[in-house]
């Protein structure tokens, strides 16, 4: 019977529409460092709103489900022990504000979603949750935050710390700052609490709204919700870790959750792990969407991929890329030879990515294999292909691994993104991967189909509600 079921899940979700995000970052490179220097690349201007605008517009036309905006709070200092590579490459350095450009990016499309990456170790929960309630608002209930607790140590020294918190609190921390911004979100205003009614001069009715009152070991809130209730209350909440500790907590909080790796079987357990963690948590395996981080080269033949990927690759800068790796992994790569295999070390970065480079990788990875614009360097599905081959790849990597979708590495830009939209994603429709419209309703009803645009009743933060 278990083998049965198992069967049934695996052909309903070969069916299944595959979903894509325009996975971006506002600093002129994010994860392959020197495309910025591409003749025909625009990122160096993520300083204006029509760089935005023009992505968010093309990546409607192609029926993402949203803009993912990615950040790092701090620098990356680990590589040398300095920030030079990292300044002279612009390895995700100069770094804007994500969440400023949104409104603008809402404002010229009607669809898309957005996810924004915000890092709770250096918010408070009260302020917090009055701005993503009103950025809910601004999009018309498009609204995602991409949950991090941070892992730089020059963030820390940043914010006036001397480091930053060990890699299992960073959880616990978090657990006490969603546990209060769920309470703003959810429980401070009542269904009816805005009136609106200028024959009576009442705006809003005192006896539908509830303070809030939160003692938790990180956080303290007595309160109310300073901004009305958003069309989703709680923002689409997106999750990325990866480790032991970030799966049980994806698997509890997250409705969208980032995976990386090498190879459909690092990917295929991670997605596992996850979907058993929501069960655990009392939630469906179906409550979380798993998007998968992959790099597309595509041209109309295949002959014009591999040369587009050949000149692509002559831009990746490798000394920014080394810089990027070190940062995420806490391991100074300048000290390592270029040859040396990588070797595992608990550090208080991103445990995920040390592992998949070391214990889960099959043969020896190298700094060299880092910097090439390869799978390994990417560090997920690397496809080049004429539109049938990347169709081919994607729909294969989706159905061995149980992932619903993918994040498109920022490559050249707007030509990349383009390119999928205006090739991959026609052919994907007509093998019927791809959705040819979109659904009505906030982000949360566009991503799962015959929900309403509140947390599910499974969901930790549903507790909270007041009707």
Request: aromatic content about 14%; cysteine-free.
């Given at each position: 019977m278990i083998f049965l079921r198992h069967i049934r899940r695996r052909i309903a979700h070969m069916s299944r529409h595959i979903h894509f995000n325009a996975f971006h970052m506002n600093a002129p490179a994010h994860s392959w460092a020197g495309f910025w220097r591409h003749p025909?690349?625009?990122?160096?201007?993520?300083?204006?709103?029509?760089?935005?605008?023009?992505?968010?517009?093309?990546?409607?036309?192609?029926?993402?489900?949203?803009?993912?905006?990615?950040?790092?709070?701090?620098?990356y200092d680990v590589y040398g022990g300095n920030t030079d590579a990292t300044h002279h490459s612009a390895a995700q350095s100069p770094s804007h504000d994500p969440m400023l450009t949104v409104p603008a990016m809402a404002y010229a499309t009607?669809?898309?979603?957005?996810?924004?990456?915000?890092?709770?170790?250096?918010?408070?929960?009260?302020?917090?949750a009055r701005r993503f309630s009103t950025l809910d608002h601004l999009t018309g209930g498009r609204a995602g935050w991409n949950v991090v607790t941070g892992y730089l140590e020059s963030a820390a020294r940043g914010m006036g710390l001397d480091t930053a918190r060990e890699h299992d609190e960073r959880y616990?921390?978090?657990?006490?700052?969603l546990e209060a911004v769920y309470k703003l979100w959810e429980g401070s205003w009542a269904d009816g609490a805005v009136v609106r009614d200028r024959r009576t001069g009442q705006y809003t009715d005192p006896s539908r709204i509830r303070r809030v009152r939160h003692e938790g070991p990180y956080y303290r809130v007595d309160g109310f919700n300073l901004a009305d209730p958003s069309p989703q209350r709680t923002p689409v909440l997106y999750q990325a870790g990866a480790s032991g500790r970030g799966k049980a907590f994806a698997g509890k909080h997250a409705e969208c959750v980032f995976l990386e790796g090498q190879t459909p079987a690092i990917v295929a357990q991670a997605a596992r792990d996850i979907r058993q963690h929501a069960l655990d948590?009392?939630?469906?395996?179906?409550?979380?969407?798993?998007?998968?981080g992959a790099t597309v080269v595509v041209a109309r033949t295949s002959?014009?991929?591999?040369?587009?990927?050949?000149?692509?690759?002559?831009?990746?800068?490798?000394?920014?890329?080394?810089t990027l790796v070190s940062g995420w992994t806490g391991i100074d790569f300048a000290a390592l030879g270029i040859d040396e295999p990588i070797r595992y070390v608990k550090s208080n970065a991103l445990q995920s990515t040390v592992e998949n480079l070391t214990k889960r990788a099959g043969r020896p990875i190298t700094p060299r294999d880092m910097t090439r614009f390869d799978q390994i360097g990417g560090r997920g599905p690397f496809i080049v292909g004429d539109p049938r081959e990347v169709a081919d790849q994607l729909i294969a990597w989706a159905d061995e691994t149980g992932v619903d979708g993918f994040n498109l590495r920022r490559l050249v830009m707007p030509e990349s993104l383009q390119s999928f939209v205006d090739l991959v994603v026609p052919e994907l429709q007509s093998r019927g991967r791809y959705r040819t419209e979109y659904a009505e309703g906030t982000l949360r009803e566009k991503l799962f189909a015959g929900r309403g645009p509140r947390l599910n009743e499974t969901h930790p933060g549903a507790r909270h509600r007041v009707l």
């Open positions: 025909r690349d625009r990122s160096t201007e993520h300083n204006t709103l029509a760089y935005w605008v023009d992505l968010a517009q093309t990546a409607e036309r192609g029926l993402f489900d949203g803009v993912f905006l990615a950040d790092v709070f701090g620098i009607k669809h898309l979603g957005f996810g924004v990456t915000a890092n709770l170790t250096y918010e408070h929960p009260y302020q917090f616990a921390a978090g657990e006490d700052f948590a009392g939630r469906a395996a179906d409550d979380i969407l798993l998007y998968l002959k014009e991929a591999r040369e587009l990927h050949a000149e692509y690759a002559e831009y990746v800068d490798v000394l920014g890329q080394l």
